[in-house]
């Protein structure tokens, strides 16, 4: 069993950056494919961004690409979502997940093994 925990989120204003942060423990190991999921008021739960378990592998969501950054510490079991210039439409629940070893669609939520709790993010206009 993978127990992941979020944590980073708050009320932040437009503009302005946040880091989430992905603690797994458990029956881990580095091996598994990691990534983000965001889910607004409303609306269904969509991808966010996908690291593979060297990092060597990063993909994002065309919404927030070049804005957000997806790393991982091997030696500290976290993965990391770096937020910059963040956007009202930015506002959701982000979600840590674990996919299942050998995941090759990643986009979809249907691959993931594992989710966090979630943590909020909300971006004042």
């Known amino acids: 069993q993978v127990l992941l925990v979020e944590s980073g989120g708050g009320l932040v204003q437009t503009g302005a950056s946040l880091r989430l942060s992905c603690a797994a423990s458990?029956?881990?190991?580095?091996?598994?494919?990691m990534g983000w999921f965001r889910q607004a008021p409303g609306k269904e739960r969509e991808f966010v961004a996908f690291?593979?378990?060297?990092?060597?592998?990063?993909d994002y969501a065309t919404s927030v690409k070049g804005r957000f950054t997806i790393s991982r510490d091997s030696a500290k079991d976290t993965v990391y979502l770096q937020m910059n210039n963040l956007k009202p439409e930015d506002t959701a629940i982000y979600y840590c997940?674990?996919?299942?070893?050998?995941?090759?669609?990643?986009?979809?939520?249907?691959?993931?093994?594992?989710w966090g709790q979630g943590t909020q993010v909300t971006v004042s206009s």
């Open positions: 458990g029956r881990t190991g580095n091996s598994y494919p």
């Open positions: 690291i593979n378990w060297s990092g060597a592998i990063k």
């Open positions: 997940a674990a996919y299942a070893l050998g995941v090759t669609y990643y986009y979809s939520d249907y691959g993931v093994d594992h």
